[in-house]
């Protein structure tokens, strides 16, 4: 599994209001930061929404107790010590600290709550076949496309056949096979093939 930038949301208990900053230690005490966090590559985690499968990092400030990783249950729920069982599928990072926060509040006093996200292993696409670099890439934002893919895989080989590209796709438990024209894209023709991909999409380069 391949983790992703981490993102750390963090309750500042002056403003009450939610400030994002970076954390490198989520277990270390923070100081927050008044900016948001892009990550180097340009993606934006904030805006990632957790599926089941995803682990985030959750700690609270002060509270060495309350400092753990947390998985989302193939059900989108999670558990933490005193917040009980609440769901965390379809919430960003700061969504999840917010439910937190107001759980906790029950049984400590303005609780500052951090938020990391570590892996996401249930959002990802796959490449193989004759590319530079085929392997499994984490899908953090929505709308990448079969080009941007078949990019982070470094590019097709001179070998590859750039007309016969599918894309597999499981709907309703049936895989699909979606024809893709590397060339006629690439000059700008048949844009319609170059379709967003999904969560466990799997590009085949023969």
Known sequence: MMGCENLSLIDTPDSGQGQAGVVAN??????????????DDGLAPESYRLRPGDIVAVSVWQEPGLEQLVLVRPDGGIS??????????GLTVRDLSAALKERLKKYISDPV???TLQEIPGNRIYVIGRVNKPGDFPLVTRGVTVMQALAMAGGLTPFADESKIKVLRKVAGTERSIPFDYKKVRRGQSLEQNIALQAGDVIVVP
Do not use: H, K, R
């Open 113 to 115: 709550v951090t938020v």
């Open 80 to 89: 933490f010590p005193l917040a009980g069982d609440l769901n965390a599928a």
């Open 26 to 39: 989520p277990a270390a005490p923070v100081t927050p930061a008044p900016t948001s966090t892009i990550a």
